[in-house]
Structure formats: C-alpha cells, structure tokens
C-alpha cells in the first residue's frame, strides 16, 4: 500500500541521512522525498512517499519516532490529505501540433514556462492523479524530459502539533505563548 | 579561564562521574590524550580498540553505569564498530569517543580519516560531529543523558582534533533540554493505567498463565518486583538469555531460560499457555521460533520501554509502554493468589519437569562443558559475574551455572558476538572489584580478543577465564552434523590451535591446564583462592551437542534431545 508520511525533524546537518538510513536499511525504494524549512527555521519537513507492507511500515514509522532528531511522525495515509506536486515537462511540438498541446495545458490548467521552436516547457501542479492524467496524454506528443518536486502534503483538518520551543527561541520570539498540547518535556538531570 | 576541547571534554566525563575510560590513543585523539594525563580519571590502555568497546559494555552490564570508551579516529574508530552493535542489540548504555581529522580536512580523504557518523549511524543509539568547540559540554551531558534513559544504548562523539584544540570558556550545562527525545513515553500516564489495570484483569482470569522476563527487566532494576509478583501470583516465570538472574533459578517458580536452547518445560508452558506476560522482551526469533506456531493460545500483556518493541513480531493483546520496575509496582497493587485456579496448570508443569529435566550424559572419561559449569557454579554458589562468548559454551552457560543475582550473566545475547567474553569479564571485574568474576569462553571465541591477556595482566585484574577447548567452532559443528550432513566445513581448530597454558603464561598470567576430570574441581578452586587473573584450559569432549534444540524454523515445542 502507498504511504505518505510527512516528518518534522530537527534542522539539522545528517538528520536526513538517518531518516532514509531505515528505509534503505529494510530495503525500501522511497517513491518521493520532499524536504524544506518550516515556518519555524529551526525544523524541517519532509514528506515521504513509500509503497509498502503495511506492518512493516508502521515499524519504520515507530523507528522514526525513536530517532533522537525526529519531533514529529505521522502516516498521512491515514485521513484526508492535500497533496501537490510541481512538475516540469519538455513536450516535442513544433508548429503543427502546437495547438493541439496547448489546448492540454489548458485543459489541466498548467502554464507553458518556455517556447522553443521544436519544444514546449510545461509547468503543472496539483495531486497524483491529475499529474498522471496530463502526463499520459503528453506521451504521444514525444515527452523530452522530466522533473518533479516531490509530493508535499498536509492533513486537511488538524494540523500536527507545533513542536516545543528551545529556551533561547522563547526569548527570541517576544510573543512565545505557550502552546496548548506541547509535548517536549524539560528535563533536569542534575545529579 | 579558558579552556582546549580536549581539556572540556575530559572535564565534562568527570562530572558526569566516569570512573573508567577504556581506550587506545593515536594521532588525532592525542590532545585529548594530553588533557587526560592530568585527570583523576582511570585509564585502561587495551591491544585493540575492539576490547575497549567490549570493557566499556561489561562495565555498564556489570553496574548499570555508563562505560566509555576513548579511541582514535580511522582505523581506531572502526574497530569499535563491532562492540558498539553488540552494545546496541543488547541496550547497553556505552559513550565511545572517536577523534577525528580537522574539521577543515573531512572528505578530504585525510590520514586515518573514516566517516565515523556515517559508518556507526546504524549501530548507535544517536551520534554527534562536534563541528564547533561550543556546543561540545552540551554535547557530552546530551550523549550520556540520551545513553542511560529510555532504551539505553550506545552514543558515538566523533571529535575532530582541531575542535579538542580550540580554546574557549568552560560552562557545565546544568540542564539540558532535548525537544524530541522523550525517553518514557508512557510513564505514570493515565493511559498506562488504564492499561496496567486490563492486564492485571487478564492475569486474575487466566487459567495458564506464564510469565516470560527480558533484558529490560534487569535495565530496570525490577528484580524484587518480579520476585513479588511470582510470590504473589504463583505464576511460573521463564526468562531469556539476557534475563538470566533477575529471578532466581533455584525458585521452584523457575522454568529457567526458553527458546531454542532453553528447557523442554519452559517451551512447552510457553506454548500452552492462555496468557504470556512479556516483561522487557523482545520476541527475538532465538526464543519464539517459528512465528506463526508461537504460543497459539495466548493473549500476549508486553511491557516495555520501547513503544517500538510492541506488536514488532507477534500481536500484543495488552501493550504496556514504560520503565518496568513502576509497572510491576504497580501491577503488583492489583493482582492476587493464582494458585488455586491454576492447580491443573502447575500439575502439569511439575509433570513436564520431571519428565524432561536438563541433563547430560555424565558417564565416561571426558570433559564434558556441562559438568565444568555446573561446578563453577556450586563452588561460587550462583553467585559470581559471569560473562561468556558466543557458541556452544555460552548456551551450557545459561543452562548449568543456575543464575540468582541481576547482573550476574553478561552475553552477547542480540548480536552474538564471538571474542565479547573476556574483554566483556574484564570491564565487569573492574566495575565490581569485589566480586568473583568469570570468564566461560570457547577456544573460538577467546582467540578473537586473547589479546586483551596484556590489559588483564598490566592492570592485574583478577577475573578468572575458563576456555572450554573443543578444538572446534562447536556450534558450528553442531549445526553441520545436524543438519549438514556432518560436512564439516571450516570448524575445526584443533590442529591449528595455541598452547594456551604457554599463551597466558608469556602474558605473566597463571595459567592451569585440565586434562581428566579429576582435575577439575581443584583447578577452579585454585583459580577461586588465586588474586590475579588465571586462565584455565580445559579440554573438553569434542564432539558435544548442546540439547535441548528447537532447530530453526520449527515451533517451540518440536523439541530435538539426546537420545
């Protein structure tokens, strides 16, 4: 089964090379990895897609959530979702079937990016299927190369819970109220 | 006053109270070195860093502190890889520090440069590349905090020689702070309750109840709340191999240790039972055999730490996450006497116990590996620190020494790593110098790290070593003639063997050779009465199997014995 799981981690310098380390590690080809800054420059996200068995899956998604970097895992899989990809295609059309292309473009409403005599350059977003969709009916046009961003994804009802702030980023941020439901614990170790 | 890198990270390990550093320096560790000179911290300098990793993990198994490690980078830090899985499939709080080439020169494929992190990121339970000389206190509180709460496990400092140079104020990190590292999830939560209160449900009305007690249960401390609730309840307990000695096998509630070299009687309660209470276990495939065949009638209570753990290979009924020794408090509040309802129950175990008790065939003139074992544990009363290799001699271990104390059975039970014991014994005799500790190794297994006579006889720690010389790699052996058609392939060291009384000798270490078995009983009181360390060779029957087996892939209760 197709997961998209989207993970907040630490923005940090090999947080992601652990995060696909326990995939690759259990043999799984990641179909798509999409990661960015947050809102908050100190995370990241990332949006990984995976086929997969379900059980083992979930193991990942446990093993993820022990990773000392991981703030925050979760199997969008699960409920309703916004997914978007970017795609960019270069289609073979020279004058003769130029119409015909751009009337496709129209249709999925995508954006001609860049005109050359031989080729057209397209930009489209939105989900899987409507990216499948116009992709296929490209194809016979002679598709020349392809790009895509990556699914990026979020829950469409609730957000996953903001992560706790560092000290020195509550004094930072004047404002810092307490968030309701934070769940990093201080902790003291003095012996 | 400022202070090097070198001079804070030594500085941070003494106050976080390390009493050991196991190490071997060389080039890009040598300003910590230098720093270390001036330290009241103990240095065992080891023959190869492999040793030191093993030290570092019997000393924590031994005391339940956090051992260290102190390697160089490249070549040094690689050779801990070995006994950092071993330390990690075990949940062994370990803190191995690697030097590092210059910030400057990583990639570039430096001298004795090696990706460290990278190499060791599968193996540990978190790494650091200290990059800046400022975040290195708050890195070695967060290594040894992230190493010893939770699942503990080994925590790799990768610390490049120009950051253990670079001077700066000194300031000791009272507290630290990490946002996504929550080590007990669960804890004291009303979940877990709620949770603790549907097991102990569960257990009032079973009718075969086993109790089946792991490696975390001796992390955690939990011993005299197993012991209560086993009192309390009636129920029969079996633990594994790392569980060993956090219950008692001279308690008639005992079934000793399951799995496939464990007893006919704890399998097959096991297998009967309705519900199985697993206390910081992990459902290795060593103790359950053949999954889908695996205790068939059961509803499954786990409790563990690590939420991870939990349905990871069979179902769980009742999952229960947090540290064991609160939950066992706990449940042992709500549960009561089970012995009445279970009479037929222990009938029938009592029944299974007598009809297949451990044996072994003690006619002849051989050694057998069983015999010597079950009298070095008389002669220590069950009582001493045990650590072993990986093979045959390990598993006549955990069935023949008759384990009594938490933390008496040190092992490389996840990883299996050949060459553990000896290094392993010397960490723990130095963790708890007032003890007897004992080395069962295998002729095999002890020429992987024999090295180490130079550490145990430099630092004349006194553990006493016991190879059992079967001139084989006899588990190996075992399996070929099982199930290989006795093609022996590559498991015979006889001919090729050392003189190992003349090894342990040209180390200044006394050493005892036992050839009948009338020698025996002498040669371990011997090694007993004597202060330094002792290497006794006995040469054992070399064609011995280890019985019982569940051979692999089969269930639990298709038990293979001696005739």
Known sequence: MKHTISVLVENHFGVLARVVGLFSARGFNIDSLAVGETHDPTVSRMTIVVHGDDRIVEQIIKQLNKLIDVIKVEDLSQGEIIDRELVLVKVKADTAVRNEVMQIVNTFRAKIVDVNPESLAIEVTGGESKIDAMLELLAPFQILETVRTGLIALARRKALEAPPQYPQQKKDTQKAKTRAGASGKRVNVTK | ?563
């Open chain 2, 1 to 563: 006053m400022k202070l090097t890198g070198a001079q804070i990270l030594i500085k941070c390990l003494e106050k976080e109270g390390v009493e050991y550093v196991f190490g071997l320096p060389g080039g890009a560790i040598l300003p910590t070195f230098d720093a270390l000179y001036d330290s009241k911290l103990k240095f065992i300098l080891v023959r190869h860093e492999q040793g030191a990793t093993h030290m570092a993990d019997g000393y924590a198994r031994a005391t339940g502190r956090t051992g260290v490690c102190l390697v160089t980078s490249g070549p040094g830090a690689t050779n801990t890889v070995t006994g950092l899985a071993t330390a990690f499939m075990d949940s062994v709080p370990v803190v191995c520090i690697t030097g590092q080439v210059a910030t400057h020169a990583i990639g570039s494929d430096a001298f004795q440069e090696a990706d460290v992190v990278g190499i060791t990121r599968p193996v540990t339970k978190h790494n650091y590349l200290v990059k800046d000389v400022k975040d290195l206190a708050r890195i070695v509180r967060e290594a040894f905090y992230i190493a010893k709460t939770g699942r503990p496990g080994p925590v790799l400092i990768d610390f490049p020689v120009d950051v253990s140079r670079a001077e700066m104020e000194f300031e000791w990190p009272e507290n630290i702070y990490i946002r996504s590292y929550d080590p007990s999830p669960a804890d004291s939560t009303d979940l877990s309750k709620a949770q603790i209160e549907k097991a102990a449900k569960a257990i009032m009305e079973s009718k075969r109840p086993c109790l089946y007690v792991g490696g975390g249960a001796v992390v955690s401390g939990a011993h005299t709340e197993i012991l209560e609730l086993v009192e309390k309840t009636g129920i029969p307990i079996t633990t594994t191999v790392l569980g060993l000695g956090v219950f008692p096998e001279t308690h008639p509630s005992s079934l000793r240790m399951l799995g496939m070299h464990g007893t006919h009687y704890a399998n097959y309660s096991v297998q009967n039972s309705d519900l199985l209470i697993a206390v910081g276990a992990r459902f290795d495939d060593r103790v359950t055999g053949k999954i889908d065949k695996f205790a068939p009638h059961a509803k499954i209570i786990h409790a563990d730490i690590d939420p991870a753990s939990i349905s990871k290979v069979v179902k769980v009924h009742y999952p229960i996450i947090g540290d064991i020794k609160p939950i066992l408090k706990a449940l042992n509040g709500l549960v009561g006497d089970l012995r009445p309802q279970m009479k037929d129950w222990l009938a029938q175990i009592e029944a299974w116990k007598k009809k297949h008790p451990l044996k072994y065939d003690q006619s002849g003139d051989q050694i057998r590996q069983e015999y010597v074992i079950e009298k070095i544990g008389e002669l220590t009363k069950h009582k001493a620190v045990v650590t072993t290799g990986v093979g045959q001699h390990q598993m006549w271990t955990a069935q023949w020494y008759g384990f009594t104390k938490p933390r008496s059975m040190i092992t490389s039970g996840g990883l299996g790593t050949m060459g553990y014991g000896f290094p392993s014994s010397i960490g723990a005799k130095l963790g708890r110098p007032d003890e007897t500790v004992i080395c069962i190794d295998g002729d095999g297994s002890f020429q992987m790290t024999l090295c180490e006579l130079a550490t145990a006889a430099y630092y004349k720690v006194g553990v006493k070593v016991f190879i059992m010389d079967n001139a084989h790699h006899g588990m190996v052996r075992q399996w070929q003639e099982l199930f290989y058609r006795r093609r022996y392939s590559g498991c015979e060291l006889g001919p090729s063997n050392p003189n190992f009384t003349k090894v342990a000798e040209g180390f200044g270490i006394l050493a005892i050779r036992v050839e009948e078995k009338g020698q025996v009983i002498p040669a371990i009181e011997k090694a007993l009465a004597h202060e330094g360390p002792v290497l006794v060779h006995v040469l054992v029957a070399k064609e011995d199997n280890v019985y019982p087996m569940v051979p692999a892939g089969h269930a639990l209760d298709q038990v293979m014995d001696m005739a």
